[in-house]
Each structure stands twice: as C-alpha cells, then as structure tokens.
C-alpha cells in the first residue's frame, strides 16, 4: 500500500513542499533524508510503501534505492531538458540560452535520463545574472512542484510521460572545472562568456589562468554598499493551501 513519500529536499523546502502534498492527503508519511547516508539507512519495508521525490536535491539515489521503491521516484530538476545535468542556470547563461525553464521526469539509473512528466519554460530576459536566471528558474520548479503535487500524493502510478526528450550535452562538475580553467590565449568574448557564466566562484571554482608557470584566480569585484542593500533575498517557496 502507497502511504509513505520520501523528500529529498533542502530544509526550508521540507515544509513548504511536505504542507502541499500532505494538505491532498493528510494521512501520508513524510520522510526527510538529510544525506545519501540517511536514505540509505531507511528500512526495506518502508521502501516497499513508498514514493521518492527529488526537488532540486544534490543526492543521487542509486540504483540500489530506486530497485525497491514500491512507487517510483521523481525529481524536479532545476533547468529544462535542453540543460540537463550539473548547475544548469550557468551553462544556460554561458550558451546564451533564449529560453530556461524547469523539468519534472521519472528517475532513472543514469541523473537526468528518466522520462519527462511536465516541464515549464519562460524566455530568458537580456542581461540576466545567474544568479537572477536561477531564481526564475527557482519559482517554475516551485510552480511546476505545485501542479504535481496532487497526482503524487494521491495515485499510486507516476505521472504518464509527455512526447519530450532530454536533449544537449549532459553538464558536470568536471565540465564545469574545465571552463573555469581559462586558456592563456583567451580572446576578449570568450572571457566575457566565462566571467558571466562562472565568474562568481560557485561551488569552490573559482576561474583560474596558468602564465608564465604562475597561478592567477578571478577575484570577483567587491559589491558597493548600496548593492548589497538591494541584494535580492534568497528563494523561499511559499505555496498556497491544498484545495
């Protein structure tokens, strides 16, 4: 029997995301692994009765988990099917993409393979930071989340697959190093190309040049006092009752 959904999530989406699957079905268990290691500890017998659902989580629940979940797992994976894979805002911003979105499919073995169930898109306005693309993007997977949530709370099959197909190169921490390891002969519009995609120094990489057999790291400008004041707050769902 379907009564329990595990949530892969971070701890303020917890309870925004929990309230809006519960308030379709109060009587569900809600589990909230913290870390692979706390996934992987959850017993047989829960698996058994449960759901798996991903929202932008960075755990990749291996094949091992996915075998002996007795109702599939999801993930809403925070770029479209044309940016799959690691941080898809910045590759978007480093391709120049027109369009971003946010995508919801079945997990499979290999990350961002499983078959699409829903997928949201909006036109990328001129001149967005990656920062500003991701919380666009943030409020689609949000959007997209909400739309969902009632046929994952409630029936015991997935959402059936719509006629979309993952598409594009296949992003990764090791794809994202490499563009942050600059050529020494860079020309002028591929160090812009990389300053507004990978410039911030995210995930401990900063963009980094070897000359002359020294090492030199991007420091990113300082941002003015006035700047910081109207810093945009970080992302927060917050998501209406469950009709």
């Not at 009765?49 to 109702?71: C, K, N, Q, Y």
């Not at 499919?105 to 500003?132: L, Q, W, Y």
């Not at 993007?137 to 709370?153: D, T």
């Not at 563009?179 to 990978?198: I, K, M, N, S, W």
């Amino acid at each position: 029997m379907f009564d329990t959904i595990i949530l892969l999530t971070g701890p303020v989406e917890q309870t925004a995301l929990g309230a809006a699957l519960r308030g379709h079905r109060p009587s569900l268990t809600m589990i909230y692994p913290a870390s692979l290691a706390e996934l992987l500890a959850i017993a047989d017998t829960t698996l058994r009765r449960a759901r798996l659902i991903a929202f932008a989580s960075p755990v990749i629940v291996p094949p091992s988990v996915l075998e002996r979940l007795g109702f599939g797992a999801c993930n809403f994976h925070p770029g479209p099917p044309e940016f799959p894979g690691f941080s898809p805002a910045q590759f978007a911003i480093y391709h120049d993409a027109r369009t971003f979105g946010a995508t919801a499919h079945v997990m499979a073995e290999r990350v961002d393979e499983g078959a699409i169930f829903d997928v949201a898109r909006f036109d990328v306005p001129e001149n967005t930071s990656v920062a500003d693309l991701e919380l666009l993007g943030y409020r689609e997977l949000a959007a997209l989340f909400w739309r969902n949530a009632a046929v994952l709370a409630i029936n015991e099959a997935l959402p059936a697959p719509i006629a979309v197909a993952w598409s594009g190169e296949k992003s990764s921490r090791r794809k994202y190093r490499a563009l942050c390891t600059l050529p020494p002969d860079v020309g002028a519009a591929e160090l812009e190309r990389r300053l507004r995609a990978f410039g911030g120094g995210y995930f401990g990489m900063p963009l980094t040049v070897m000359l002359h057999g020294r090492h030199f790291t991007y420091a990113p400008p300082e941002p003015r006092d006035d700047a910081v004041k109207q810093q945009a707050p970080e992302p927060r769902i917050s998501l209406p009752a469950a009709e």
